[in-house]
């Protein structure tokens, strides 16, 4: 039995149902194996035991007020995963399907596409079971609050910086920043994703759509081929994918579609930047569904989705591009073989884990231009450890520097895949370059400052 096959058998063993953490640690090590097996020294030092176990898991109670006076209950939590680079990074999810089994894959993953942006960044992740939808600004606000006033007792600016992730936009993160003020008096960078007038990066909330593309040009350009001109399939209506929308328009893509939890929209005319203007107030601002998108443009078709049917139509549109931006294992093997019916050629996520691990197969196989997530969405968080620096320096940066900074950051993220990716056919196995990169990174770290 090798190393990385001795270290999943145990972390099977140790936490058989948290099938979301096992399949990020079963993706990451089945890449690592020859790499780590090559290199004795982090067998010796244990380097793998060490870093599939968080170095602080803390788990909370967090009591609020409806507004009628109902009191609710939701579970909080913090995983801190690995500081070894620099302070625990990672954001905070308020959903319900909020457990530890997903904060600890997100936390796991966040370790690795942290060192691949070249910024000093552990990895973290926390979040709740809380639901903000449906809930009014003064219930968010009280829960928020209640969840600071615990989470605040192991956070800090140069210890863990938190950032927003599904359901914490700039209302909460506004809420939360709130109340970690009244609580210690400091105006300090404890958070990221703030608004630019209270200590926020420009391009911040564009930063992980913006990056997705970016990634997605640099695949291209391996092939001397230009995003331009390339039709692309974009998952999700929130944040990730409004921003990756806007970036394939100013990049001379098509964006065709995007979806929520009931259905997508097909607009093959293209989703331009009147139509997203439109997306934006309404998912923002009016907080409705992507349905409503056909009753404005009559071109456009709407389908909901079937659970039953196990695939997912939205990846059956023919298109050149595939971008991800919804949630983890929203691609099925299905998905990922329709993708390539449809002639698909390129695949850059813009969630975390987006593929299952038969989806990745099917991509691995036909070799198409594969960037994983804590590559191609590595841009949200290396923003935010821009704002980290600009809060240190007291100063906030243009736009344009911040953009050019996180193109840079990405096209350098490209390179270390191609580094450790490439193979002797020439074909880049972005997968396994990622992983390796990120690992050896944070792993030489580790030995480097001995055992603890």
């Known amino acids: 039995m090798s190393y990385c096959d001795e270290v999943m058998a145990k972390v099977k063993a140790r936490d058989p149902d948290q099938k979301e953490f096992l399949q990020a640690v079963d993706e990451v090590l089945g890449t690592l194996s020859a790499f780590v097996d090559a290199n004795p020294q982090y067998q010796?030092?244990?380097?793998?035991?060490?870093?599939?176990?968080?170095?602080?898991?803390y788990i909370f109670r967090v009591a609020w007020q409806r507004d009628d006076g109902t009191v609710e209950v939701n579970r909080?939590?913090?995983v801190e995963y690995n500081n070894a680079i620099g302070p625990y990074k990672g954001g905070l999810r308020l959903h319900p399907s909020v457990n530890l089994g997903i904060i600890k894959f997100l936390g796991f993953e966040q370790i690795f596409k942290n060192a691949l942006t070249t910024l000093p960044m552990g990895g973290g992740k926390g979040g709740s079971d809380f639901d903000p939808k449906g809930k009014s600004d003064g219930e968010v606000m009280r829960f928020c609050q209640a969840f600071m006033t615990e989470l605040a007792k192991y956070i800090g600016h140069n210890i863990d910086v938190p950032a927003g992730d599904i359901g914490v936009g700039g209302r909460e993160i506004g809420y939360l920043y709130g109340q970690w003020k009244r609580l210690t008096k400091e105006h300090v960078g404890v958070l990221t994703g703030k608004k630019l007038a209270w200590g926020g990066s420009l391009i911040r909330p564009e930063a992980t759509g913006y990056g997705t593309v970016y990634f997605a040009a640099e695949m291209f350009a391996t092939k001397n081929e230009k995003l331009a001109g390339k039709t692309c399939l974009v998952s999700g209506s929130g944040n990730v994918a409004q921003y990756a929308v806007e970036k394939l328009n100013q990049l001379g893509a098509k964006a065709v579609t995007l979806s929520d939890s009931g259905g997508f929209i097909h607009d093959a005319d293209g989703i331009d930047e009147k139509k997203l203007a439109y997306v934006m107030d309404l998912?923002?601002?009016?907080?409705?569904?992507?349905?409503?998108?056909?009753?404005?443009?009559?071109n456009a078709k709407y389908t909901a989705l079937d659970a039953k049917a196990g695939f997912n139509p939205?990846?059956?549109v023919p298109a050149d591009v595939a971008l991800p931006c919804a949630t983890q294992n929203e691609i099925n093997g299905k998905d990922a073989e329709n993708l390539m019916k449809g002639g698909g050629k390129c695949v850059s996520e813009g969630a975390n884990m987006p593929s299952t691990p038969e989806a990745?197969?099917?991509?691995?196989?036909?070799?198409?231009?594969y960037g994983p997530g804590k590559a191609a969405n590595a841009g949200g968080v290396s923003v935010s450890g821009l704002e980290m620096s600009q809060n240190s320096l007291r100063l906030s940066w243009t736009r344009e520097e911040v953009d050019n900074r996180l193109r840079g950051?990405?096209?350098a993220i490209h390179e270390q895949?191609?580094?450790?990716?490439?193979?002797?056919?020439?074909w880049v196995n972005y997968v396994k370059g990622a992983n390796i990169a990120g690992f050896k990174k944070v792993a030489d770290a580790m030995i480097d400052q001995g055992v603890y």
């Open 76 to 78: 909080g939590m913090r």
């Open 360 to 369: 990745i197969d099917v991509y691995l196989k036909a070799k198409v231009l």
């Open 314 to 316: 939205l990846w059956a």
């Open 417 to 426: 895949c191609i580094m450790y990716g490439k193979e002797k056919d020439g």
């Open 44 to 57: 010796k030092n244990r380097i793998l035991e060490r870093v599939v176990e968080p170095e602080h898991t």
């Open 409 to 411: 950051i990405m096209a």
């Open 283 to 298: 998912k923002n601002v009016k907080r409705g569904r992507i349905s409503e998108y056909v009753k404005e443009f009559k």
